[in-house]
């Protein structure tokens, strides 16, 4: 029974898609693929017959339309998203309309921006004693944020934060984090396309973030990274520490 599979095409590098979501691809009749986001070197690895739609010009409608007339042909149907599709994805209207018709899926994860991002720097966001917590979050834009998510009140946490689908606001994201309780010297990054070859990352803080986005004309696909894991202060894991003992280690 052929079946819908939804794929994380992973950050950008084409080498970053899991090894199941490669074998999904090079096996599907269709693809249809996030063409303002994923990779299309992607593309590269799909069987020469293999019918190719850029999602970027349908609306939900077409896009279901071509699923459920490609399983009804007994065909295989990828559904390729960038990063990971649990992320600002717009999975789940799509598997409520294949619900409603009796549509098998199945889904296979990617790798998000944000973890692409946190390896193009080679950072944790979880350093011991500084944060061990990561708010993932966006400003609201033509899609609106529930008012109890605003960044303010994320901001007064002071752990790891990466914002998504804001660059383009920069100054008004900066302002808010400091409304909400960062420091004016909260170090802070912007990643641009990270993991392709044009990825650009900056580093400063939260006073001079905004200037350093504007001169390298950064609009878009890119995330802005706050909190103290970006900065000079660290402690060493429990884990790795000598005098430690656990299960594995006596
Ligand atoms: C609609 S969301 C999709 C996120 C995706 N599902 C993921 O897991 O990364 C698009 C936003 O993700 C971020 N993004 C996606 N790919 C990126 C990359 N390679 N580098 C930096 N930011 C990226 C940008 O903030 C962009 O505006």
Redesign the pocket.
């Known amino acids: 029974m052929s079946k819908v599979h939804f794929v994380?095409a992973g950050?950008?590098d084409k080498e970053l898609i899991t090894l199941r979501g490669y074998r999904l691809l090079s096996e599907a009749d269709i693809v249809i693929y996030a063409g303002s986001?994923v990779n299309p070197e992607l593309l590269e690895y799909c069987k020469e017959d293999c019918e190719i739609y850029n999602s970027a010009v349908m609306d939900l409608e077409e896009i279901i339309s071509v699923m459920e007339e490609g399983v009804k042909a007994g065909k295989e149907v990828v559904r390729l998203?960038?990063?990971?599709?649990s992320?600002?994805?717009s999975i789940r209207e799509q598997v409520e309309e294949l619900n409603k018709c009796n549509i098998e899926f199945d889904c296979t994860p990617?790798v998000?921006?944000?973890l692409?991002?946190s390896s193009a720097m080679g950072v944790e966001y979880t350093v011991p004693e500084v944060s061990q917590s990561v708010i993932i979050t966006r400003m609201e834009g033509r899609t609106p944020v529930p008012s109890r998510e605003s960044i303010e009140s994320f901001a007064a946490h002071q752990t790891s934060m990466v914002i998504?689908?804001?660059?383009q606001e920069i100054e008004k994201v900066v302002e808010r984090l400091v409304e909400g309780g960062y420091p004016t010297d909260t170090p802070a990054a912007v990643?641009?396309?990270?993991?392709?070859p044009d990825?650009k990352v900056l580093k400063g803080t939260l006073s001079d973030i905004s200037k350093k986005v504007r001169e390298n004309g950064i609009k878009?696909?890119?995330?802005i990274m706050v909190g103290k894991f970006l900065g000079e202060e660290y402690y060493n894991s429990k884990l790795y520490d000598k005098d430690f003992v656990h299960e594995y280690r006596g």
């Open positions: 994380g950050p950008g986001l998203q960038t990063g990971d599709f992320i600002y994805g990617g998000s921006s944000f692409g991002a998504f689908l804001s660059v990643i641009y396309k990270a993991t392709w990825e878009k696909t890119a995330l």
